[in-house]
Every structure is written in C-alpha cells, then in structure tokens.
C-alpha cells in the first residue's frame, strides 16, 4: 500500500515539476559582445522568465559552437569568413563598436598613427621615446588566436602575412596575450609603459586605461558614424535555421527598442543609432 501511495504522490506531482521547468537560451562566442550580452540576458530574464546564459569563449569558438548546435546562439565581433556562412546559418547585426587603442593612463602619449601602431605590433617600433613618449620599452599585448577583436584589429591594419601560402598573424610572437577585455585593461593598468586594444565599449569612466587618438581622430562615437575612426568591426549574433522559438524571441528583442537603447547605454552603437 506504502509503494502505491508513493507512486500516485509522483505521478501528482509530475505535472508541477513540468509546468515550473524554465526556459534557457544558450549563447557563446565573443567576449566583447558577451559584456553588453550579459546586461541584455538579465533585463530580458526579468522581463520574460526565460533564462539567458552567456559564456565568453572567443568568436571563433562561438561560431563553430553555433553551427554545431552545441549553443543555441553565437556571437562574433567580426565578418564571418565565407567558409563559415552556411545555407542553414542566419546572421544578424546587432551593434557597432570601436577598437580601442590603449595606453595607461599616466603615459603622457596622446595620439598614434595608424603606421606607428603597424610597426609596433610587427616589434619594429619598440621604445616610446620613438612615438613621443618616455624612454622605455613598449610593453606590446595582444588578444589570443580566437579572438574576433584581434581578428578586426589585424584586417583592419593589415597586420597579416602569407607564409607557405597560408595567412598568419603579422603580430610579433613575443607580445603579451590575453583573453578577454578585462585581462587587457588589467594589464595596462598595472603598467605604465603598455599598450593594447579592446573593444571600446569597454573603455569606461573607471579611467584605469586611456584611448589614444588614431591618426589624430578619437576614438569615439561620432567619429565611427562619420568614418574617420577606421578601427571599426560589427556585432553579429548567428544562429541556425531551425534553432528553438525562445532563441529566436530573444534575438527578437535585441532588435527592439528597449534590447537597442540597452546597447547605447552600455557604450555601444545600436543599429538606429548607425543609420539615424
């Protein structure tokens, strides 16, 4: 009798553990777009009930885990490759950002040009007495291999070279690198004579790093609408045709209203704000 009991406590109780199971949207890649993701995935969680996990794997990895099924959504902070557009595959901008050149902020050095930064990279420029600065070694860091920033940054400044007729980074192997935006103002902000580049949404008002100007233009919001800050790249979510309702619902809303001013808020540039 005790057994029958018990089974008919389950089988009452089965429908309620159903009816409170939560809906997840999963989504990976970028860890630029991760930081204006995670924002976007609370404020949506609170709205809807639908969970939103995020995880900040390199845009590479993002890509493949979105093909592959394996998250329901990918993020890049960069143009897919024409091997990685699938006739099954949807992509949608979201946002623009600027990459930002970074310096500590008690390095007196106010603006690069765009040749100075190549030579930097390549180790040929190695002393900031060269570019107006102090005498002291430029201590250079980089993104790792997966990183869709550092991707931009090299297209965007051809820091790329063909060697045995394959295309590899032209930036000096010796450079620093970190992963994530936030290793990289870490560790610009723990040394004086550093240089970098991240997303320039993360550059904040904490002031624990400073942007220089490129070519003699800031880089800042106006100066990417008009095009004279070059150092550009797009925010792109990527998903496959047939992925869950959900997934498509919260795409849905970073195209909206309240998911775009969220983007402009956190230092990015919506798509209204791109075409206005």
Do not use: C
Not at 107 to 119: D, H, Y
């Amino acid at each position: 009798m005790k057994k029958v009991i018990g089974l008919l406590v389950a089988i009452a109780l089965l429908p309620v553990a159903v009816a409170s199971a939560k809906t997840t949207v999963t989504i990976a890649g970028s860890t630029s777009v991760a930081n204006v993701m995670e924002v976007l995935g609370e404020t949506y969680q609170k709205k809807t009930g639908t969970e939103v996990e995020v995880q900040g794997i390199g845009s590479s990895a993002g890509i493949v885990a979105a093909q592959n099924g394996t998250t329901m959504l990918g993020m890049s902070s960069r143009e897919l490759e024409n091997s990685e557009l699938t006739d099954d595959v949807q992509t949608t901008v979201i946002a623009h950002d600027g990459i930002a050149v970074v310096i500590n902020k008690s390095n007196p050095v106010e603006n690069l040009t765009v040749e100075e930064i190549k030579k930097i990279y390549r180790n040929e420029i190695t002393n900031w007495k060269e570019v107006g600065g102090e005498d002291k070694p430029i201590v250079v860091v980089s993104r790792d291999a997966s990183s869709g920033t550092r991707e931009e940054f090299e297209k965007i400044l051809g820091l790329k070279r063909i060697v045995n007729n394959i295309e590899v980074s032209d930036i000096f192997p010796r450079a620093q690198v970190a992963n994530g935006n936030g290793m990289v103002k870490t560790l610009v902000a723990n040394n004086i004579y550093s240089l970098a580049y991240i997303s320039l949404g993360s550059v904040d008002d904490d002031f624990t790093v400073k942007a220089v100007k490129v070519d003699g233009v800031a880089a800042a919001d106006e100066n990417i609408f008009s095009g004279e800050y070059k150092l550009a790249r797009p925010f792109i979510i990527l998903y496959k045709s047939n992925v869950a309702q959900p997934a498509l619902d919260f795409v849905n809303y970073l195209m909206s209203d309240e998911g775009q001013k969220i983007i402009s808020e956190q230092g990015y540039l919506s798509i209204k704000q791109s075409h206005d």
